[in-house]
């Protein structure tokens, strides 16, 4: 994700913009870019690669400034792309997707605003500049600006004819003021400004907001002033440590709702998905694909299974799942027309790096990998890249990345079902859903307690068994794979229909048995699956939808949750089983953020 920071002061502002760039470095960016206003002109350096080699070319000076990391959309990486973009007076940040600028381009160089760079965003800073050369202040210019524009955005614009002012608009994109003594801040994530203030407003859906040396203001589309809520972030310069939790896997399950809105951000505006949040290449990749295999390991190979089902029941496409270290062993037949999908977090994992590189050798429409890490091998290496915003995860137990990897591929999976033939409204009602799972998320996480409770039932067990059925059966694997990793209990999990098959034999009152039961088309069926269970004496704790009408009773244990669908339930049902791993792991006392034998990122086969 791009990334915003913004200063207005007496004092030289390029350290804290750079700072700030650094802080914000995880969400993944290939270019950036500083513009200053010093002596009443616009200085503004730009570099493809990292903030380091910006800051040796950076200006050395200005109180007013502007700077960005960009991931391309439109345009490839280059520093003619690279953010800020500027016409005469103005420069300009942006984040988001500006929908309308081929529009607006022809409009605006047929009134004689020339255009260097492929992007989206230059189009607003002539937007803007050309509203002043009519006559309009920056704040006027903007509002009139943003109100000829559609699409996603976080805007901040600077002009050298008001050297001490920076305004602000947010739609789709997050933005938010600092507040400071004498000087003021901007930034798309508080992470960039822990280091000048505390004190934070959030720009609300269609705020503009106005910065100077004396303060700010907030404004509605109309131009009327706004007041929003002053807050103090609980962000300091040690973000990234653990703060006021025991664990970094602790701190990153609690995450997972910020993260999850994260990954959104940006990529969908008025209910339906930008086919450009996949880069540049995107509509020209997706043209050619009429089928899709998914590569991963360990975690992100459960979630590229919960994809392979929606991608074959929403998007009608289809799909194989499998391990990226059993893949190219066999010498496998991928067709031409294939989307090639890589899953990982690090970007580094050896295997799924292999797969990819196994593919190509194939001959692929178009590889795309979805990951966490963007200077990451597989992301430098593959066609199209879908970020992950789950920020940094230290802990190795992986967390916030599985979900936003759902996320992630819910996106991919609504691209591909629009093509074949997804209604508007369907496609509405799926990003709504989406939309909603951060909230829903925060709400699983208030029952952290009962959990913590429920773990004390498991500390003497010596196995455990998931089931799941459809798109949930990942999700029990994932479960199993979080409790035998950081609480060194063997764990099972198989699809709730194979139990009568062979598992069942293993079950009797020593042997707990954890589903997963959402109120979805298969619930009739995972309640038989339970049955069979119950009848030889199992212990059975299942997390059920509230209204999946399954009441605790005598060894069985029901806990409830919240209502989603198809795309959301994965996400959802994950975080429980995640918390009861890590207060099991607590209670038998095991290093939760290092268990033994494993590594953060798999670099060798």
């Known amino acids: 994700m791009c990334g915003i920071v913004g200063a207005v002061a007496q004092r030289n502002v390029v350290p804290i913009l750079i700072e700030g760039l650094k802080r914000l470095e995880y969400r993944g960016y290939d270019s950036a870019g500083v513009a200053t206003i010093a002596d009443g002109k616009l ?3 730009r570099a493809v690669g990292k903030v380091a080699e910006l800051e040796a070319a950076a200006p050395k000076a200005g109180t007013t400034g502007i700077a960005h990391t960009r991931w391309a959309t439109h345009g490839v990486p280059a520093e003619r792309n690279s953010h800020p973009h500027y016409s005469r007076d103005v420069a300009v940040v942006h984040n988001g997707i500006i929908e309308n600028h081929e529009e607006l381009r022809a409009e605006l160089g047929g009134k004689g605003y020339v255009f260097t760079s492929e992007t989206d965003t230059e189009v607003v800073a002539h ?13 006027a210019a903007m509002l009139k600006a943003v109100a000829r524009i559609t699409g996603a955005y976080a805007l901040a614009v600077i002009s050298a004819k008001e050297p001490s002012r920076m305004v602000l608009a947010r739609r789709g994109s997050p933005l938010a003021i600092g507040i400071g003594v004498g000087e003021m801040f901007a930034a798309s994530d508080a992470t960039a400004l822990v280091s000048v203030t505390s004190r934070i407003v959030y720009l609300e859906e269609g705020d503009l907001g106005e910065i100077t040396l004396d303060g700010y203001a907030i404004f509605d589309k109309t131009g009327a002033a706004r ?3 002053e807050q103090l972030s609980t962000l300091s310069a040690s973000a990234v440590e653990k703060g006021e939790y025991r664990h970094f896997m602790q701190k990153e399950i609690f995450e997972q709702p910020e993260a999850l809105a994260a990954t959104l951000e940006g990529r969908i505006s008025d209910g339906r998905v930008l086919e450009a949040c996949l880069g540049p290449k995107a509509a020209e990749l997706l043209a050619r694909v ?3 295999r998914i590569v991963a390991c360990g975690t992100s190979a459960n979630a590229g299974t919960v994809a392979r089902y929606w991608i074959e029941q929403i998007a009608r496409v289809p799909c194989r799942a499998e391990l990226a270290s059993e893949f190219r062993y066999r010498d496998p037949i991928i067709e031409p027309d294939t989307l090639f999908i890589s899953i990982s977090q690090s970007g580094e994992t050896a295997d799924t790096l292999e797969a990819l590189r196994h593919a190509k050798t194939k001959g692929i429409a178009a590889s795309l ?6 200077e990451s091998s597989l992301v430098r290496e593959s066609d199209i890249t879908l970020m992950t915003h789950a920020g940094p995860e230290r802990s190795v137990a992986s967390t916030k990345a599985f979900t936003t990897q759902l996320m992630a591929l819910a996106l991919v999976m609504l691209l591909l079902a629009r093509r074949n033939g997804l209604s508007e409204a369907d496609e509405r009602r799926y990003v709504k859903s989406l939309e909603a799972a ?6 699983v996480l208030k029952e952290d307690a009962n959990l913590q409770k429920l773990a004390e039932r498991f500390i003497h067990k010596q196995h455990a068994l998931f089931l799941g059925r459809g798109p949930m059966s990942p999700v029990a694997a994932e479960g199993a794979l979080k409790l035998k990793e950081i609480s060194y209990i063997h764990a099972e999990a198989y699809a709730a229909g194979e139990l009568k098959h062979g598992p069942l034999a293993l079950v009797d009152e020593h042997m707990p048995v954890i589903a997963v039961a959402p109120d979805g088309y298969l619930l009739e069926k995972v309640k038989s699956n339970l049955q069979e269970v119950k009848a030889r004496g199992g212990e059975l704790y299942v997390f059920a939808d509230r209204n999946a009408g399954l009441k605790s009773e005598p060894g069985v244990t029901i806990i409830p949750m919240p209502h989603g669908d198809e795309l959301t339930d994965p996400m959802l049902y994950t975080v429980p089983l ?4 890590y207060h099991v792991a607590c209670l038998k006392g095991t290093d939760v953020d290092q268990p033994r034998n494993l590594a953060k990122s798999v670099t060798v086969e």
């Open 43 to 45: 200085q503004i350096v």
């Open 290 to 292: 009429q089928r899709v």
């Open 227 to 229: 007041i929003r809520k």
């Open 578 to 581: 995640q918390l009861l791993a």
């Open 127 to 139: 937007l803007v500049q050309s509203f002043i050369d009519a006559g309009d202040d920056l704040r």
């Open 369 to 374: 990998v979805i990951c966490n890490s963007p």
């Open 438 to 443: 951060s909230g829903q998320v925060a709400d």
